[in-house]
């Protein structure tokens, strides 16, 4: 999927979404470039993540360690012992 698709999905502008991608945060691999940049499912879950952590009001380099601490089930470790779960979100579709 692109990234530019991904990052509509998880409500977020493409240049943030490259933003992550030019600080590490999300891993994309090299090949393409800009817009045409691909992103695999496990990081298109973790840019998907992070982007409602940082509505949460976490920092985006924290959000980027916790959404990669998933347990596959929306629970995710904040630090040894404290975890908080995300409920899923419901895509909306467009109104008639």
């Given at each position: 999927?692109?990234?530019?698709?991904?990052?509509?999905?998880?409500?977020?502008s493409?240049?943030?979404?490259?933003?992550?991608?030019?600080?590490?945060?999300?891993?994309?691999?090299?090949?393409?470039?800009?817009?045409?940049?691909?992103?695999?499912?496990?990081?298109?879950?973790?840019?998907?993540?992070?982007?409602?952590?940082?509505?949460?009001?976490?920092?985006?380099?924290?959000?980027a360690?916790?959404?990669?601490?998933?347990?596959?089930?929306?629970?995710y470790?904040?630090?040894?012992?404290?975890?908080?779960?995300?409920?899923?979100?419901?895509?909306?579709?467009?109104?008639?």
């Open positions: 999927m692109s990234l530019t698709v991904v990052a509509g999905l998880a409500g977020i493409y240049r943030q979404a490259d933003y992550w991608c030019r600080k590490g945060f999300i891993h994309v691999p090299s090949k393409g470039s800009g817009i045409h940049r691909q992103v695999g499912p496990d990081e298109a879950a973790v840019l998907r993540t992070m982007a409602r952590l940082v509505a949460a009001g976490l920092a985006p380099d924290a959000a360690r916790v959404a990669r601490r998933g347990d596959g089930r929306g629970r470790e904040l630090a040894d012992g404290v975890h908080i779960t995300l409920v899923p979100q419901i895509q909306k579709g467009p109104s008639v």
